[in-house]
């Protein structure tokens, strides 16, 4: 199943969303007799990214390949989403060399080296009653990339249905270091190969908008 799913964007760094918690991956208990969700077409991750001193962006998608949200008493209680990393679109460079380029460029090990680790994937651990201004949840969950997992912590809207899930987070950064994302990561890196990673902010941002049918 494929699913236009994520936004990847450039911009200034003065603009990014506060990063979220982050801590080693937690365990991942399984919940007796709960019911399966799976996702629906209309599910969609955004990404953006972020140049730390210029303004300067790039937007596209990402697919999705499968998921499911596990629901017990009407609350979500789990799930995962596996997301296409092979699947990256990018829709703002309307030269076709130039944006098949950049695509190239972010599949490759300079960032998300899809060739090793074509998936990447998002697994509940917890999820928590919460009052906010647009949500009602606090999720915890444990996000792999390019094989490497930590948690997060991140506010949502949940709602379950007897017609199924609707799961939404508003936008929240982490930092693409903590696994691995790095740019011109390696020991024989230039100088001006390595000066480039810090031209790109360690925020990518993320946006769920994620639904699940009964």
Known sequence: MFM???VLAVSCAGEKAEEVTTGEAQEVMEVAEATSYSL????SISWRGFKSFVSSEHVG????????FDVKDGMVVGGTVTIDMNAIVNTDIEDEG??????GHLKSEDFF???SYPTAQFEIVEVKAAEGEMTN???VGNLTMRGV???IEFPANITVTEEGVSFMAPTFGIDRTKWGVKFHDREDASIAESLKEDLIDHTIELKFDVKANA
């Not at 629906?40 to 599910?43: H, P």
């Not at 130039?98 to 695509?103: A, P, Q, S």
């Open 61 to 68: 998608y990402i697919g999705i390949q499968d998921g499911s």
């Open 113 to 115: 080296f899809v060739e």
């Open 40 to 43: 629906a077409e209309e599910s």
């Open 149 to 151: 997992t930590n948690s």
């Open 4 to 6: 236009a799913a994520s």
């Open 98 to 103: 130039k944006n098949g380029y950049l695509v």
């Open 137 to 139: 949840s606090t999720v």
